[in-house]
């Protein structure tokens, strides 16, 4: 029907399936209504009718590309971004007191927090990120300025006002001059109105911008203000999100100043949400604890490349897919300096085949192979891409098929300037051009951004 | 002298040190002769005079752009670009056999060799590798074809026409329609011929590009063979490449088959040449092992992606430099997905980090940290990738120093639609630049490239 708001996409469409295999339907038609929902998708055996085309709100992709589900980065610090690719040589401590808190306490003034947080959304969104999990800082408005900023571009964000009043992790040179932590009272009460404050915010956006309850993690909290942090959690039916055993010292942390490890603390304070939980980095979780995090649904959002840097050890990415956690990826900008899921993906990758063989033989402790089948490959970690994240998340989003959110992006390979190289007479099939794009593929390869239905990046 | 050949580059300078230190120099004037030889670096206190200026034959860096040297690839498989980030997901011994060799196979075709190494040095002078050393195929023709496309585009290399006559190594459905190996005869043969052919060939390029002998690896190639081509090494004058130590399988299978390892094996051989050799990987060598490669200064090609995949370990790059290896980069394309030598910086600052900490406390045999100090930092993998290329290569290359060849690039952070986000306010200084271009940086922000002091790409 003509005077119908639906649109139609067709074109080639390679995604995950569920149980994470590679789908690809060479000639799809993409029925998405008004709302941004698909409706349908149809393997087509040839191009539609001219009367099809005429009678429909039909967009045929450009000769060459294909659709692909947006990606989603459950772990991103945006206030890092200005610091991003420096400073990763120095000791975590000297990192944080030189380089991140100090960086993180200019938010206070919220003319920065818009320059950077601008670059942020249009950096991630270049990237293909269609769904976005942000740590902002302590600063509630700075972080209603990151909301904004998602708003304006587009971006369906879950925006975090960082809880922290733990002065015992404070790393500022005079306590009095603290400018990384906050009293209880005030972490509970900014949160609350920021809480509140969304609301009216993202009225507009067809809920695509949320806030999130962020203790930053179990050392920087109290104890009372997790169990607030709880409490305001379910009163606002919000999301959660936290660091979870990132390292050997953030494990060991709780285990002797909090007598417990992070999923049963944050289990005490009632910090598992039924909006969905996101638990960065999980490195360190145990069998048992992996059962949990698949028994409970909670999101792990997998960083590899800041784990390489921080965590002391790899995540066993394949274990937790084994077991069913809904894992999706995370930039972890700046622990990490890409803003990009597809450096997650070949980084996933990597570290997975590293810890598939262990670090080598000689002069070191680690001998054999690891002690459970360890190696991903590119369609897991598209898979964690994507689909996991929206598993994550609990929402919709993820996939293309009926009843998810049209987020998708338009790859091209043969891109202008593009940073890979096509042969066409030897890699003809779609799906060696999707291994292209995971491995070689750049912001240059994303031709359109969809997010909602609504194309909010077109280098057309 | 304003009738001097001479030409001087005016702008910061920033390289690593011989002993592997950050240098910057803020405002430095590089004095070139008509042989692309660096005469002087001198730091300025001020831009030069107009006089100097007219009197002489000056460039001035763009504002915001630094120096640094050319990149330096000591192993890249030129024939393996087509298949650059696929099927690494596959087997080793299926990835040889249903990617790997086949594509190999076709480089009979000279054409099919034409079109694609055209390419391969597009891609990898496009990221800033000034010298490249190359694996071509067995095929003479191609290998000149390949040394024909860097003489045009001007880039400096090393080419090695592939010898491999072990029919036991031949993965060929049928061995009597083999395609991947050759006999001893038609080896040394077709070897002594490319030496010859590749002197007049290259003889009007200033040397810039060079024959280097390249049995493919021990397995690979017969004892009578790796004597022969070790003779004609020496009575060539020719460097040498192959693998060593590159995974559990190909050390096992020279202490079973040869009776020995990969360095006895090239030394009974011959095959340590005074011009240079260059060993791929070199990741499983022992303590013993590591200082002869010191002590011969025997060149290492450190390929910290493609070993993620088939190293079954991670090579110790810190180990090796503080021995006094000459420790450069490689890629390894196809092992590997990148023909960028700053990805290949990245994942070995990495890998280093995976190697201090290990994999993991659970579920594996390999806990507590490494048992030396392992983790590098980003002037660690600069410096391989310029200063250690060169000494590995026993060439005046890898640093802007008087006696050393003007092999070097324009980078620019601030290119338009690079992947770098610039904050001026907060990162001024040239060396947090620096940082970024390393972790960020791709060739978006290389804007000129120079070789032997021929400007031979300028995306100005």
Redesign the interface.
């Known amino acids: 029907m003509s005077d119908s708001p639906k649109r139609v996409f067709v074109g080639p469409l390679v995604q995950c399936s569920i149980d994470r295999h590679l789908e690809v339907v060479e000639n799809a038609a993409i029925e998405v209504d008004k709302d941004g929902f698909v409706i349908s998708v149809t393997a087509l055996d040839s191009l539609p009718s001219t009367e099809y085309l005429k009678s429909n709100n039909v967009t045929i992709l450009p000769t060459g590309s294909f659709l692909v589900p947006g990606l989603i980065d459950l772990h991103y610090h945006a206030p890092q971004?200005?610091?991003?690719?420096?400073?990763?040589?120095i000791p975590l401590h000297d990192w944080l007191t030189t380089t991140t808190l100090p960086?993180e306490a200019k938010y206070a003034n919220t003319q920065f927090a818009e320059?950077?947080f601008e670059?942020v959304v249009k950096?991630t969104l270049g990237h293909g990120t269609t769904t976005a999990v942000y740590f902002a800082t302590k600063h509630r408005d700075s972080a209603k300025i990151l909301a904004s900023c998602c708003i304006k571009a587009g971006q369906r964000a879950l925006v975090g006002k960082v809880c922290m009043d733990n002065k015992e992790m404070c790393l500022c040179t005079k306590e009095s001059l603290c400018t990384c932590t906050e009293t209880t009272t005030e972490s509970i009460h900014e949160t609350r109105t920021f809480l509140e404050e969304m609301v009216s915010l993202t009225k507009s956006c067809n809920s695509r911008v949320e806030p999130v309850v962020t203790p930053r993690f179990v050392p920087s909290c109290s104890p009372h203000l997790l169990t607030q942090l709880g409490s305001l959690s379910q009163e606002f039916n919000a999301h959660v999100q936290s660091h979870a055993w990132e390292s050997?010292w953030q494990v060991e942390y709780g285990e002797q100043n909090r007598n417990g490890r992070d999923l049963d603390l944050f289990q005490n304070h009632n910090l598992i949400s039924k909006q969905g939980t996101v638990f960065a980095h999980s490195?360190?979780a145990?069998?048992s604890e992996i059962k949990q995090l698949a028994h409970h649904q909670i999101g792990v959002a997998h960083c590899p490349?800041s784990n390489?840097?921080f965590?002391?050890?790899?995540?066993?990415a394949r274990?937790m897919l084994e077991a069913g956690v809904p894992v999706g990826l995370g930039t972890d900008v700046g622990g990490a300096?890409?803003s990009s899921i597809l450096d997650s993906c070949?980084?996933a990758?990597?570290?997975s085949?590293?810890?598939r063989?262990?670090?080598?033989?000689?002069?070191?402790?680690?001998?054999?192979p690891?002690?459970?089948p360890a190696e991903i490959?590119?369609?897991d970690a598209f898979w964690m891409a994507t689909v996991g994240g929206g598993l994550a998340l609990k929402k919709k989003i993820g996939r293309i098929a009926p009843g998810y959110k049209f987020d998708a992006l338009v790859v091209d390979v043969h891109a202008p300037n593009s940073?890979?190289?096509s042969?066409d007479s030897?890699?003809d099939t779609i799906e060696?051009k999707f291994?292209?794009f995971?491995?070689?593929g750049?912001?240059r390869n994303i031709r359109q951004v969809y997010v909602d239905g609504i194309c909010v990046l077109d280098k057309q």
């Open positions: 971004l200005p610091q991003a690719g420096t400073n990763l040589h960086l320059t950077v670059k950096r050997d490195v360190h145990n069998d490349l390489a840097f965590a002391n050890g790899i995540m066993p274990l300096w890409s070949r980084q990758v990597t570290s085949r590293i810890l063989d262990g670090v080598g033989k000689l002069r070191g402790a680690r001998n054999g690891c002690s459970h490959n590119h369609v940073n890979i190289d042969f030897l890699v060696t291994q292209k995971v491995y070689l750049d912001d």
